[in-house]
């Protein structure tokens, strides 16, 4: 005969037969295409402090470039990494940018600046 488990032992799963209740759904994924988010709007309404005021700088930053990124704006994306680039030099967030900048140079150039196939307004 089983020996009976302790009812004090809350780190035990309990032992059924039967399947779980209900589960609520998943909430929708906002990473999915054509449902990207800034990483501004995911983060608290107001900064604490000023640490939290430079890097909502530095993200905002490179949101610019990565929202160029994504129109195939090579020259715009080039600036808002150079941008960021001097004004936080020695910044936690290099590899973002680095990465984003290889992005973005691997988008060909057209004689009138912008990217082959689309036209710059």
Known sequence: MPEPQPR?????????DE???PRAPAAPAADGPGQRRSAASRRA????????ERLDEELAQLDAAREALLHDERAAALEHLDAHARRFPRSRLALLRERLRSRAEA??????????????R
Do not use: F, I, Y
Request: negative net charge; aromatic residues 0%.
């Open 8 to 16: 004090g032992d809350l780190g035990a799963a309990p032992h059924s």
């Open 19 to 21: 399947p779980e209740g």
């Open 45 to 52: 309404p107001a900064p604490a402090n000023p640490g939290e």
């Open 107 to 120: 988008l060909p150039v057209t004689t009138t600046g912008g990217t082959a196939g689309h036209d710059r």
